[in-house]
């Protein structure tokens, strides 16, 4: 048990009558190399896993008090591409500055949620968020960002 949190990428791929066979979507969906028996053509989304965490319980308030209104409840979050730059940059200035961890991106207690110390496993959070945030803003394509936890 703990804190899981997943930041995903939703791609719309559904085809119409309408599109041209340029814009239309090819999925093949196998399993041990044969069809899998999903009807592909029913598929309207693919989801991608862009990061997840555990237990970075200043990482997920962030999500708590800049995504979800302050709604705290295992829900299914919208996150704007801009939401995402202004993490990343105050990710950035945490790393720049540990001083201002407490500031701008404060610990959180919560059920299972992991230690609440400045410590280096506060600043290795730290660290992959703005590495892995980074790599996914350099990503331009389309789709849009969902943030998810669990505990």
């Not at 995402?84 to 610990?107: A, R």
Request: net charge negative.
């Amino acid at each position: 048990m703990g804190l899981d949190m997943y930041l995903s990428r939703h791609y719309y791929v559904k085809n119409w009558d309408h599109m041209t066979d340029a814009e239309k979507h090819t999925i093949t969906i196998l399993k041990g190399g044969e069809a899998s028996g999903i009807p592909v053509e029913k598929i309207s989304y693919i989801i991608t896993e862009e990061m997840y965490w555990r237990k970075a319980n200043e990482i997920h308030a962030w999500f708590v008090d800049n995504v979800q209104d302050g709604n705290d409840d295992c829900g299914d979050y919208y996150v704007a591409r801009e939401q995402l730059q202004e993490l990343l940059k105050v990710v950035t200035e945490v790393l720049e500055d540990h001083s201002l961890s407490k500031k701008l991106l404060p610990t959180r207690s919560g059920f299972f949620f992991g230690g609440y110390d400045y410590d280096k496993y506060y600043f290795s959070d730290m660290e992959r968020t703005q590495r892995e945030l980074s790599k996914i803003l350099e990503d331009t394509s389309l789709g849009e960002f969902y943030y998810h936890s669990s505990w």
